[in-house]
């Protein structure tokens, strides 16, 4: 009887303890928070809203800039290294705004052309559409199409996937490729170390995913939340945007990455 009580009050402490370790530390208060990025350069945070307005946070959650783009729904934004500009993704429009990274000016607008092998994959709908963006270490970027749609095999209209585009260089730019995770929902993503990291809104998971070899690599459940944006930093910290308001700061041992 010993023994087993003795496990049952170790099993206790660890669910504690694993509890504790996916408390988020909520570091700033961001209305319709729905995207962020992490910029080394500068060493801070840009974090997109519904509202259309982005933000320049420091690691601590200090409000460094603050501007209003215009009447956009911003859903997603991410770091252009190669020449120092943000990428931001317009929901409805389902389009991409450059910003110069120092003035936060839009440089210029990018479409999304809707279709893909004759599919209507980008589908207007008030449900569904842009939701996160992210590019990775050779430059290629990527778009989440958010929706409760998933195929099994044969791709469908409006369907929950990740795709590649060709180039930011026209006006319109193509859907190259698509990639099938099979998860609903995705509304945040990042690169880092070769993996992509998508969230989802819905199910409240972080994926961490082999996205060349098409599989998930690792689930992790988090807390209640509406994720809409994620990033990693250059101290080992993991940030997500909460469409409720907040921006959660984890570390990224406790989350066992």
Do not use: W
Not at 84 to 107: A, M
Not at 111 to 138: F, M, P, T, V
């Amino acid at each position: 009887m010993k023994i087993k009580n003795n496990l049952i009050v170790n099993l206790i402490v660890f669910m504690l303890v694993t509890a504790l370790a996916l408390n988020a530390k909520t570091i700033a208060n961001i209305p319709e928070a729905s995207g962020i990025t992490f910029v080394p350069q500068s060493k801070s945070l840009f974090v997109v809203n519904d509202e259309g307005t982005i933000y320049e946070i420091n690691k601590k959650g200090k409000t460094l800039r603050k501007k209003y783009l215009g009447d956009y729904d911003l859903e997603g934004i991410t770091y252009n290294k190669s020449n120092d500009t943000l990428l931001l993704v317009v929901e409805g429009k389902e389009s991409i705004l450059i910003l110069n990274r120092t003035t936060l000016n839009i440089e210029k607008t990018v479409k999304i052309k809707r279709k893909y092998k004759k599919i209507n994959l980008l589908k207007k709908s008030k449900k569904a559409g842009l939701e996160a963006i992210a590019i990775d270490e050779h430059g290629d970027i990527y778009v989440s199409n958010q929706s409760r749609i998933t195929y099994k095999k044969k791709l469908k209209e409006n369907a929950s996937v990740v795709v590649k585009i060709n180039s930011l260089k026209k006006k319109k730019a193509k859907i190259t490729e698509v990639f099938n995770h099979g998860y609903i929902d995705i509304a945040g993503m990042t690169f880092h170390e070769g993996y992509l990291y998508m969230t989802s809104d819905k199910k409240n998971l972080l994926i961490k995913y082999d996205i060349k070899n098409n599989k998930t690599i690792k689930k992790i459940e988090l807390k209640k939340s509406a994720q809409e944006g994620i990033c990693f930093d250059d101290e080992e910290n993991i940030y997500i945007a909460d469409d409720n308001g907040s921006i959660l700061k984890y570390k990224k041992k406790k989350l066992k990455i």
